[in-house]
């Protein structure tokens, strides 16, 4: 019976385990995808190529 019960905590605790990590790992994922694209508008509003407002704009659009 004692076995049972410490089988069903392990279970619950890898169970909980597995849903952190999923989640942690799929917006680590986003953050990472998003970064090339951020350093880009960066360039290009360092370069003058776009103005203030379409940078502004254009970040919270990559932040979502």
């Given at each position: 019976?004692v076995?049972?019960?410490?089988?069903?905590?392990?279970?619950?605790?890898?169970?909980?385990?597995?849903?952190?990590?999923?989640?942690?790992?799929?917006?680590?994922?986003?953050?990472?995808?998003?970064?090339?694209?951020?350093?880009?508008?960066?360039?290009?509003?360092?370069?003058?190529?776009?103005?203030?407002?379409?940078?502004?704009?254009?970040?919270q659009?990559?932040?979502?």
């Amino acid at each position: 019976m004692v076995l049972w019960v410490l089988l069903l905590i392990a279970l619950l605790a890898l169970a909980v385990t597995g849903v952190v990590w999923l989640v942690r790992s799929m917006s680590r994922s986003d953050a990472q995808n998003s970064a090339p694209s951020r350093a880009e508008l960066d360039r290009r509003y360092a370069a003058g190529e776009i103005d203030r407002d379409r940078y502004r704009e254009a970040r919270q659009d990559l932040e979502g």
